[in-house]
């Protein structure tokens, strides 16, 4: 049974990003309705082009581990997820706060938007928060 589900993250680093890319990407490939909601620096890594990078000795062999079994970065989840129709979106209050803008983010972010809109969205989704 499909549904719609949220995946709230805020820490852009190896492990939080590869739980919600492999989960949401899961999702989106079995139906539902899926969107990232990133903030702090989940949006200043996605911002850099890092999102998912290993920041620690732990995540760097995480990281290599992973990619030694052959499985998919982050980064290649999230652009993977969105193909699916999954949405990247962020409130437009903390895009400001992170001293970002939707158009520093264009092409990666589907859309800003306020809190109140995230909140509806949230309304009836699963909610995921890493």
Same mark, same amino acid.
């Given at each position: 049974?499909?549904?719609?589900?949220?995946?709230?993250?805020?820490?852009?680093?190896?492990?939080?990003?590869?739980?919600?890319?492999?989960?949401?990407?899961?999702?989106?490939?079995?139906?539902?309705?899926?969107?990232?909601?990133?903030?702090?620096?989940?949006?200043?890594?996605?911002? +850099?082009?890092?999102?998912?990078?290993?920041?620690?000795? +732990?995540?760097?062999?995480?990281?290599? +581990?992973?990619?030694?079994?052959?499985?998919?970065?982050?980064?290649?989840?999230?652009?993977?997820?969105?193909?699916?129709?999954?949405?990247?979106?962020?409130?437009?209050?903390?895009?400001?706060?992170?001293?970002?803008?939707?158009?520093?983010?264009?092409?990666?972010?589907?859309?800003?938007?306020?809190?109140?809109?995230?909140?509806?969205?949230?309304?009836?989704?699963?909610?995921?928060?890493?």
């Amino acid at each position: 049974m499909a549904g719609r589900v949220l995946f709230f993250l805020s820490s852009g680093t190896f492990e939080p990003a590869f739980q919600a890319a492999s989960m949401g990407i899961t999702a989106a490939a079995m139906g539902d309705e899926v969107y990232f909601v990133l903030a702090f620096d989940a949006l200043r890594a996605l911002s +850099r082009d890092s999102f998912g990078a290993p920041r620690s000795e +732990r995540e760097m062999a995480e990281s290599a +581990r992973a990619e030694g079994l052959g499985v998919a970065n982050p980064a290649k989840m999230l652009a993977e997820a969105r193909q699916m129709g999954a949405k990247v979106i962020a409130c437009d209050t903390t895009l400001r706060i992170c001293g970002l803008s939707a158009a520093d983010l264009a092409g990666r972010l589907d859309e800003a938007m306020g809190l109140a809109s995230i909140w509806r969205l949230a309304e009836g989704a699963r909610t995921v928060s890493l």
